[in-house]
C-alpha cells in the first residue's frame, strides 16, 4: 500500500497524542500504514466527544469514529480504552484497515511468546511516561532491579498480563527497554523462605505508614 | 574558623611540643567542632583532616549521649584500642567550641594525656 | 523482634532531618554544631548523624539515620549504610551542579550500591527546574545505574514515605 491511512484526533492532551503517534510509528504489525493528523481528510477519527462537527478534520465516507473511553463503560462502536493498551488501538486500526482493503493487509501475529521474554530497563522512564498510569511507576521500580519476565511483573505487582505488557509496549515504544529470549522457568516463581520475614515486615512498615497496595 | 597568623602558630606549638613531650603520642590535633583540622602535629601517615572528621563525629555523638541520660555535658570521649587510645576533648578558642585530639599508642598514659590536655585548655583560654 | 536500618543522605540543606523528622515517631536526635564553612549558608551542620525510629506492631523497628552531608563524613557514610534496608539521596536543585552533588553521593556509597537499594528525591524542583528528571535518569545510566528518580518535598510526609515505599518495591523485585 502506497498511501498512508490518515488517524485524525480531537480533544487528546499532548502525552496522549505523543503515545498515539509512537504506536503509530513503532507498531510493526501496523507497518507505518497509519500516521496522526489534526487537521484534513481522515480515515479514521479518535476522539473524547461524538460530535458530528470536527473541522478543521474532515472524515471520510464511511470512516468510522474510534470514541476514547473508560475501562468499563460499556459501547457499542470502535472503542480505546483507557487506561490505553497498544494492542488495542493496533487492533481497531488493524480492523479498520482491512475493512477498507480487505485483500491487502494480513495480519501479522506473530509467534512471539512474551512470558519467556527478559526485559531490563534502559533507564529510568520520563515522568511524563509514569503519569500516563498511577502503577507505571511501580512497574518501572520492579524493572529497574535487574532482568524480569512478564510473569515476574505480574507477580510482584498483581496486575494482569494485559496491563504489564502495556506498560513494556510503553517503555519499548520509548526505546528504554532491552528485550532478549528467555528459558522458560522450570518451576513456578517461590518466594525463598528467607524473604518471608522480610514480606511480612514491608507489609506491617505498609500499614504503619497508610499505604494500601491495592 | 579564620584565626590569626599568630593564634595558629600558638596552636601549632601546643600540638607540636605535646607530641615531643609525652612517650607514645603519634598525633595531636586541635579541630573545629564541625571536624576541620585547625593545628595539628602527626607522626606516620596519619592525617589532620580525616581525624578531625571522625574527632567531630565522635565528640558531637558523646553530646547526644550525655544529653540522652542527663549527665551534664560531655567533657571527653576515650576510644580504648588493642595497640593505643584516641583521647577526644572539648576545648574553647576565643570563645568557640572546639576539639583537641590525641592518637597514642599503648606506651602512653593516659593519665598523663588528659592532665596535659587540661593544662594546654587553660593556656589557651588565657591567650 | 527484628531491627532494620534505612539511611538518608545528601548535601547539607536537602532535608535529611526534615524527611526523617516526617515519619519518626520520637523527635530527631541530632548531632549539629555550629558551622564554619563559609561556602554553606547554613548556622548549623550535621557532624555524627540523625535518628529517629518508627516502631511496628509485631516490636519491629526501623532506625532512621540522617548521615552528615560533607564528603570529610564519608567514614559515617559508610558505618551508617552498613546492614542497612534502603538507601535515600535526597538533592536540592537550588544548588549550582545537583547532578554532580548527585555524582558525589553514588561515589560515595559504590559498594553499599551493588546490594542496597536506593532511590533518588530531587527537592526543590518546582522552583529550580533544571536539571530535569530526565537529566538524572541519564546521568544514572551514564553509570549504569538504574535508579528511580521522582521529586519530592521532604516537608510532606506523604513524599517522604513514598520513597519509602519505592525502596520496598525494589527489595521485593530482588527477592525474585
Not at chain 1, 205 to 214: A, C, E, T
Amino acid at each position: 500500500m502506497d498511501a498512508k491511512l490518515h488517524l485524525g484526533y480531537m480533544g487528546l492532551i499532548k502525552p496522549e497524542i505523543d503515545l498515539i503517534s509512537t504506536i503509530l510509528r513503532t507498531s510493526s504489525r501496523l507497518d507505518n500504514h497509519w500516521i496522526l493528523v489534526d487537521d484534513g481528510e481522515c480515515d479514521a477519527i479518535l476522539t473524547y466527544s461524538a460530535e458530528k462537527d470536527f473541522s478543521p478534520l474532515i472524515l471520510k465516507p464511511e470512516a468510522p469514529v474510534i470514541m476514547i473511553k473508560r475501562r468499563g463503560e460499556a459501547f457499542s462502536g470502535h472503542a480505546f480504552y483507557k487506561p490505553f493498551r497498544a494492542d488495542e488501538l493496533i487492533d481497531t486500526l488493524i480492523l479498520i484497515e482491512s475493512d477498507e482493503q480487505p485483500s491487502l493487509h494480513q495480519k501479522n501475529e506473530a509467534a512471539t511468546n512474551h512470558s519467556h521474554t527478559i526485559y531490563r530497563l534502559k533507564k529510568w522512564p520520563p515522568a511524563e511516561l509514569l503519569s500516563l498510569h498511577k502503577h507505571y511507576m511501580l512497574l518501572a521500580v520492579y524493572l529497574s532491579r535487574g532482568t524480569k519476565t512478564l510473569h515476574d511483573l505480574t507477580t510482584l505487582s498483581g496486575h494482569s498480563e494485559d496491563f504489564c505488557m502495556q506498560f513494556l509496549s510503553l517503555m519499548n515504544q520509548y526505546h528504554l527497554l532491552d528485550r532478549e529470549a528467555g528459558r522458560p522457568k522450570i518451576a513456578p516463581v517461590h518466594l525463598p523462605d528467607v524473604a518471608m520475614p522480610k514480606k511480612n515486615f514491608f507489609s506491617l512498615l505498609r500499614h504503619h505508614l497508610g499505604l494500601d497496595k491495592s | 574558623m579564620n584565626i590569626s597568623e599568630k593564634l595558629h602558630n600558638k596552636y601549632q606549638q601546643e600540638c607540636q611540643q605535646l607530641l615531643n613531650g609525652q612517650t607514645g603520642i603519634l598525633a595531636v590535633v586541635i579541630a573545629s567542632a564541625d571536624g576541620f583540622d585547625i593545628a595539628s602535629a602527626v607522626t606516620k601517615s596519619l592525617v589532620p583532616a580525616r581525624i578531625a572528621a571522625m574527632a567531630s563525629s565522635i565528640s558531637a555523638i558523646g553530646t547526644v549521649v550525655s544529653q540522652e541520660v542527663s549527665l551534664g555535658n560531655s567533657k571527653s570521649v576515650t576510644v580504648n584500642t588493642e595497640k593505643g587510645f584516641t583521647y577526644i576533648t572539648h576545648l574553647e578558642l576565643e570563645g568557640k567550641s572546639c576539639i583537641l585530639n590525641v592518637v597514642a599508642d599503648d606506651s602512653a598514659v593516659l593519665a598523663q594525656i588528659i592532665y596535659q590536655c587540661s593544662e594546654i585548655g587553660k593556656r589557651l583560654n588565657n591567650t | 523482634m527484628n531491627e532494620y536500618k534505612l539511611v538518608f543522605t545528601g548535601t547539607t540543606g536537602a532535608g535529611k532531618t526534615t524527611a526523617i523528622n516526617a515519619v519518626s515517631e520520637t523527635p530527631t536526635i541530632k548531632t549539629d554544631v555550629a558551622n564554619t564553612d563559609a561556602s554553606l549558608d547554613k548556622a548549623l551542620t550535621t557532624v555524627g548523624l540523625d535518628f529517629g525510629q518508627i516502631s511496628l506492631t509485631n516490636g519491629d523497628r526501623i532506625r532512621l539515620f540522617g548521615t552528615p552531608g560533607q564528603t570529610r563524613f564519608d567514614f559515617m557514610w559508610k558505618i551508617l549504610a552498613k546492614d542497612a534496608f534502603g538507601i535515600i539521596i535526597l538533592i536540592d536543585n537550588s544548588r549550582a551542579d545537583p547532578l554532580a552533588d548527585m555524582d558525589l553521593y553514588l561515589t560515595g556509597f559504590l559498594k553499599e550500591l551493588e546490594t542496597i537499594p536506593c532511590v533518588i528525591g530531587i527537592g526543590r524542583s518546582e522552583k529550580n527546574p533544571t536539571p530535569g528528571i530526565d537529566d538524572f535518569s541519564i546521568r544514572l545510566a551514564q553509570r549504569n545505574l538504574i535508579l528511580p528518580v521522582i521529586p519530592v518535598d521532604v516537608r510532606r510526609a506523604q513524599d517522604v514515605i513514598l520513597l519509602i515505599d519505592i525502596l520496598m518495591a525494589q527489595t521485593e523485585a530482588d527477592m525474585i
